[in-house]
């Protein structure tokens, strides 16, 4: 069995099936916890629109801590979107998903998805200089953030790698970027980029909270 | 064949009516499919005449003899059959109007005189698993290529059953099919895959051992890189549709209709390595994808095997049921999570009756 073969087969299918498993075992875990009971009278009922807003309105900056965090939160969104773009943008990332979920939608042109990679590594890179120059963001950081950015990374540039034929020939570098994604797929469920799932989680509760409470968000 | 021999390959190019001007042709021709220098087609055109012409044996075993056909069925004239006359084929089953003990005494006789320079052409898989696979002349397959092999300057390997032992070889493989270079481990051995492979390039590789006396640069799988150097995929000339994204997602849709790439139907063009493209088939007239089908990727090792014929490159190769596995993946998942959860809850009981007390 060759590398592209081995990649593409039991690489990928057992990397899903960790993730699958994984997803689902921290979901479950983390719904499931008994939650503190809540005698207070409710001030609203609008708990889900609640928790729709906050998840919405987090996502926006605030102006009153725009000076400080305006590089953070560029770079941030800057990475997020391009990796959306390239991951459910490019055809044969698509052909992927369609394979698994039967699910399809045009794909963009090859140029916007190379050139929309390109700026996502610049800003990933970005982001660990600034997590490595900041002293304070430093001493916060654990192998699971460097970790993390590490399984992050690697996809995109080892897909940007095989689509320029750069290195090596275009079937292994395809079989090291989709071992790339099978190692980010196993991660996924157990570190910090569980964030994936759980932003929605942990927002939705506390949108719904502060609007059971009546809280301004 | 002594006969032959006495001849050299300007003399039987004269002997056949062949000219100089078409023979010039043919050099040219052949250096630029072998991407060699322009000084090579001039060492092609003073060299290649002087020389005696090299005894070929062609040796067939598992295979479907597509790749004679490839070979013989080209369109005459043309400079693959031009190359293709120049060379003393002293022994071809297929081919030849000899049988039984004659065809045997020819292929000995062949091997006697040119002892240590005839160059062995093998096609087809070897069966290993049992003697009595694939039996000719009262010899198995592995004792005659063993045997044929052992007098050789270098053996070619035609055709992907030859080379990485093409469909012989796919599961179950009953007949313990192996390919050559399994078996001669001490001769230089020269794969030309496909299924099959392009006329041109199995001259192209003849001209050039004739012409220089060597084989000419082969990559890790031991291809003529100047044939093999690059992927379909590179040289399409549907490459462009690729870089636009515009995709055919049905033998007949518009996409098919207007030429569009072939990736989302299967094609394996990005990662296979062959010159179809370039040099194409039926005296450079067509390929497969130029005729609306995608690239099987024939001339990479277990082509058949991966089972994504028509499956895009990007989607995985499942075993088994993909969906049960996952189901059941989820299930596990939310059964452990529930697990984890509720042992939280008696750890949290457990605390607050501890506190209570």
């Given amino acids: 069995m060759d590398l592209l073969t081995f990649a593409r087969g039991p690489a990928l299918q057992w990397s899903l099936i960790i993730f699958a498993v994984g997803m689902l075992w921290r979901l479950t875990g983390i719904l499931l916890l008994r939650r503190k009971p809540d005698h207070s009278e409710p001030r609203h009922t609008g708990t889900w629109r609640g928790a729709l807003k906050l998840i919405a309105t987090r996502s926006v900056p605030k102006r009153e801590f725009w000076a400080t965090t305006a590089f953070g939160q560029i770079i941030g969104y800057v990475f997020h979107i391009g990796l959306v773009i390239v991951i459910f943008g490019f055809v044969p990332h698509i052909l992927f998903i369609r394979s698994l979920t039967g699910l399809d939608w045009p794909g963009l042109p090859n140029s916007l998805i190379y050139l929309s990679g390109a700026i996502t590594v610049a800003a990933l890179i970005a982001v660990l200089i600034r997590r490595v120059s900041n002293p304070v963001l430093r001493m916060l950081s654990n192998f699971d953030d460097y970790f993390s950015w590490l399984v992050t990374t690697a996809p995109v540039v080892t897909g940007l790698l095989a689509v320029a034929h750069l290195g090596a020939r275009y079937e292994t570098l395809l079989a090291i970027h989709i071992l790339s994604i099978c190692l980010l797929l196993i991660w996924m469920p157990f570190g910090k980029l569980f964030h994936t799932v759980m932003i929605f989680v942990s927002r939705g509760t506390t949108g719904a909270l502060f609007a059971r409470k009546g809280a301004s968000t | ?357």
């Avoid at chain 2, 004239?77 to 081919?95: A, R």
């Fill in chain 2, 1 to 357: 064949m002594a006969e032959h021999d006495e001849y050299t390959i300007g003399q039987h190019l004269q002997s056949q009516g062949i000219s100089r001007r078409a023979f010039l042709k043919f050099c040219t021709a052949m250096a630029s499919a072998l991407a060699l220098p322009p000084s090579a087609a001039l060492a092609m055109a003073s060299e290649l005449p002087g020389k005696r012409r090299p005894s070929v044996i062609y040796m067939s075993y598992q295979e479907c003899t597509g790749c004679l056909e490839s070979l013989t069925r080209s369109f005459s004239p043309t400079l693959e059959n031009l190359m293709f006359n120049v060379m003393s084929l002293d022994y071809d089953d297929t081919l030849q109007a000899a049988a039984g003990f004659q065809a045997e005494q020819a292929r000995e006789a062949a091997m006697k005189a040119n002892w240590g320079k005839y160059l062995m052409i093998v096609d087809g898989a070897i069966p290993n698993a049992n003697n009595g696979y694939c039996t000719a002349a009262g010899k198995s397959a592995l004792d005659s290529i063993r045997e044929t092999a052992k007098g050789a300057a270098a053996v070619v390997a035609v055709g992907t059953c030859a080379a990485f032992g093409g469909l012989p070889i796919a599961n179950p493989n009953p007949t313990g099919a192996t390919m050559v270079s399994d078996i001669v481990t001490d001769k230089p051995v020269i794969n030309v895959p496909g299924c099959p492979p392009i006329p041109a390039v199995i001259t192209g590789t003849l001209a050039h051992f004739l012409t220089f006396g060597k084989l000419p640069e082969l990559d890790q799988l031991k291809r003529p890189i100047a044939f093999y150097g690059n992927t379909i995929h590179d040289r399409c000339y549907r490459r462009p549709f690729y870089d636009q994204g515009k995709f055919a997602k049905t033998f007949d849709d518009e996409g098919a209709r207007n030429g569009w790439c072939l990736y989302e139907l299967g094609c394996k063009g990005p990662t296979t390595y062959n010159a179809c493209a370039t040099v194409k088939w039926n005296g450079g007239t067509s390929f497969p994808i130029q005729s609306g089908h995608g690239c099987f990727g024939c001339s990479e090792p277990g082509f058949w095997d991966r089972g994504d014929l028509y499956k895009p490159l990007s989607a995985g190769l499942w075993h088994g049921n993909m969906a049960a596995e996952l189901g059941t993946a989820a299930v596990a998942g939310i059964a452990i999570g529930g697990a984890a959860a509720m042992a939280a809850r008696h750890r949290q009981d457990a605390h607050q009756k501890k506190e209570t007390k």
